[in-house]
C-alpha cells in the first residue's frame, strides 16, 4: 500500500467536525416546523456524522500506521495533542447514536470510548506535569482532554442508567475544569491573545454547557440549584464571547470556526 500523506495525513483537531455535526443532528430533533420531517432530517445528519467519524478513525490510524514520525510529533505538540482527546469524546456521543438500533454495539462503543478518553486523560495529564510550556501554547483547547472527555462520559453515562459511574466521570471534569480555568485566565491577562487562536475561545462556553447537560443526565432531567448555576455560567460566557466576536472575524475562516 502506497502512502499519500497529502490523503491520509489527518491532524486530530478535525475530529472537531464531528462535535458540530452532532450538534446540528441534535438541534433538528427539538426544531418544530411545519411540513417539515425534523426527526428524518436529524437522523440523516446522524447517520451522515457516524459514516464521516468512521472515516476520521480509519485515516487517523493509517496515519499512526505509516507516518508514525508524524504522529508521534502531533502527541508531543503543546497545542495540537489537546485535540487527541476528540477520538474518546466522538467514540461516545456517536455510541448514542447506536445504542437507538443497536443497543449491545452502543454500549460496547461507549466503553471503549470511556477507556480511549480516560487512558489519554491520564497520559497528557502525566505530560503536562512533567513538561514546561510557555504562555503561547496556553489556549482554551487544554479542556479537551480531561474536561469535554469527563463532563460527555458523565452525561452518556447519565442516558446509559450508569449513575455511579456517571458521577465519578462528573467528579474528574469538574475539579479539572476549575483548575484549568484559572491557567487559562491567567494566561489570557499575562500577554495579548494571538489572532490565530482566538476561535479556540469558543471552547471557553463548553465547559458549563456540558457539565450542565451531564447533571440533568445524572439528575433524571430535575432541574436543581447546582444545574441553574451552571446553566447561568454558561450565558455569561455567551455574553463574553459575543463580546469579542467581531475581533475573532478579522481572522480567515478555517475550520476551527
Keep these: 500500500m502506497m502512502y499519500n500523506k497529502e490523503k491520509f495525513d489527518l491532524q486530530a483537531s478535525r475530529f472537531g467536525i464531528i462535535l458540530g455535526l452532532f450538534g ?8 418544530n416546523l411545519p411540513y417539515v420531517d425534523n426527526k428524518l432530517i436529524s437522523e440523516t445528519i446522524m447517520f451522515i456524522v457516524f459514516l464521516l467519524w468512521g472515516l476520521f478513525v480509519m485515516l487517523y490510524i493509517i496515519k499512526w500506521v505509516f507516518n508514525f514520525k508524524d504522529s508521534i510529533e502531533e502527541f508531543k505538540h503543546p497545542i495540537k495533542n489537546n485535540y487527541i482527546g476528540l477520538l474518546g469524546v466522538t467514540m461516545i456521543l456517536n455510541a448514542t447514536t447506536i445504542f437507538i438500533y443497536y443497543p449491545l454495539l452502543g454500549k ?3 466503553v471503549l470510548g470511556l477507556i480511549l478518553q480516560l487512558g489519554y486523560g491520564v497520559v497528557f495529564t502525566e505530560q503536562t506535569w512533567k513538561n514546561h510550556y510557555e504562555l503561547n501554547f496556553i489556549t482554551p483547547s487544554l479542556y479537551i ?3 469535554a472527555g469527563n463532563f460527555v462520559s458523565a452525561m452518556v453515562a447519565g442516558m446509559f442508567h450508569y449513575y455511579t459511574l456517571g458521577y465519578f466521570f462528573l467528579g ?4 479539572s475544569w476549575l483548575s484549568l480555568e484559572s491557567i487559562i485566565m491567567n494566561r489570557l491577562k499575562k500577554e495579548k491573545f494571538p489572532l490565530e487562536y482566538k476561535p479556540t475561545l469558543g471552547i471557553m462556553m ?3 454547557a456540558i457539565a450542565c447537560a451531564a447533571c440533568l443526565a445524572l439528575n433524571l432531567g430535575e432541574i436543581n440549584i447546582i444545574i441553574k448555576c ?3 455560567y454558561a450565558l455569561f460566557q455567551l ?6 466576536f467581531i475581533s475573532i472575524l478579522k481572522e480567515p475562516f478555517t475550520l476551527s470556526f
Design 172 to 175: 474528574v471534569g469538574f475539579f
Design 145 to 147: 482532554p480531561t474536561v
Design 239 to 244: 455574553l463574553v464571547f459575543f463580546k469579542i
Design 230 to 232: 451552571l446553566l447561568g
Design 206 to 208: 463548553a465547559p458549563p
Design 108 to 110: 460496547s462503543l461507549f
Design 24 to 31: 446540528l443532528g441534535n438541534i433538528w430533533k427539538l426544531i
